[in-house]
């Protein structure tokens, strides 16, 4: 197997892990599902949102290789580009967390143990067909790892738990973001390179997402 893609599934399970362990502390007494978690979401809306990292994988791969040459900083663009409805992508986080049903906990493992199989069986070059594209699973799953990473971290930070994401997920996610960082555009170049070098301070809630 490809190693490059090993570091990616490994990393992708690990956060996939994560997620379900964080979702079984924050069940504990009272478990106030509906407490305010991010923004708009609750705290079941934010694991159904969360949930739809794995889900997507699953729902989105097809049969047979992909010869697809985009790189995961290109899926972020193509996301950018499409102008995805704020509004339709908060209802889709609701939807999710409906749809786990009562048991959040016991939901989330099932989601985590079908979904890591079945990437588990698949290779480097499957072919991922997205609303804006094709990639090559090893291309998609890392935009997985970062979505799984910094949401399970605002889970973990609305329930008022200690503890950081596995060492190999992080990582994973922080090259997709320096890969990011280096696709900037050419108007935030400059004060990138300045504040990364401790020049500058960016501005509050600057995302490269």
Do not use: I, K
């Given at each position: 197997?490809?190693?490059n893609?090993?570091t990616?599934?490994?990393?992708f399970?690990?956060?996939?892990?994560?997620?379900?362990?964080?979702?079984h502390?924050?069940?504990?007494p009272?478990?106030p599902?509906?407490?305010?978690?991010?923004?708009?979401?609750?705290?079941?809306d934010l694991?159904?949102?969360?949930s739809?990292?794995?889900?997507?994988?699953e729902?989105?791969l097809?049969?047979g290789?992909?010869?697809?040459?985009?790189?995961?900083?290109?899926?972020?663009?193509?996301?950018?580009?499409?102008r995805a409805?704020p509004?339709?992508?908060?209802?889709r986080?609701?939807q999710a967390?409906?749809d786990?049903?009562?048991?959040?906990?016991?939901?989330?493992?099932?989601?985590?143990?079908?979904?890591?199989?079945?990437?588990?069986?698949?290779?480097?070059?499957?072919?991922?067909?997205?609303p804006?594209?094709?990639?090559?699973?090893?291309?998609y799953?890392?935009?997985?790892?970062?979505?799984?990473?910094?949401?399970?971290?605002?889970?973990?930070?609305?329930g008022?738990?200690?503890?950081q994401a596995?060492?190999?997920?992080?990582?994973?996610a922080?090259?997709?973001?320096?890969g990011?960082?280096?696709?900037?555009p050419?108007d935030?170049?400059?004060?990138?390179?300045?504040a990364?070098?401790g020049r500058s301070?960016?501005?509050?809630?600057?995302?490269?997402?």
């Amino acid at each position: 197997m490809d190693e490059n893609f090993r570091t990616v599934r490994d990393a992708f399970g690990a956060a996939a892990r994560w997620f379900a362990e964080t979702v079984h502390e924050l069940d504990r007494p009272p478990a106030p599902w509906e407490a305010t978690a991010l923004g708009e979401w609750s705290r079941r809306d934010l694991v159904g949102h969360t949930s739809r990292a794995l889900l997507t994988v699953e729902q989105y791969l097809r049969p047979g290789p992909s010869d697809s040459d985009r790189r995961s900083v290109d899926y972020y663009r193509a996301v950018r580009g499409g102008r995805a409805d704020p509004d339709e992508v908060a209802e889709r986080g609701r939807q999710a967390g409906r749809d786990l049903g009562a048991d959040l906990p016991e939901s989330v493992d099932t989601v985590v143990r079908r979904v890591t199989a079945v990437v588990a069986g698949r290779t480097a070059d499957a072919r991922v067909e997205t609303p804006v594209g094709e990639w090559r699973l090893e291309a998609y799953l890392p935009t997985r790892v970062v979505e799984l990473v910094v949401h399970t971290g605002d889970l973990r930070t609305a329930g008022g738990l200690d503890g950081q994401a596995p060492e190999t997920a992080v990582r994973q996610a922080l090259v997709v973001l320096g890969g990011l960082v280096a696709d900037a555009p050419s108007d935030d170049a400059p004060h990138l390179l300045t504040a990364l070098t401790g020049r500058s301070a960016l501005d509050a809630g600057y995302t490269v997402l």
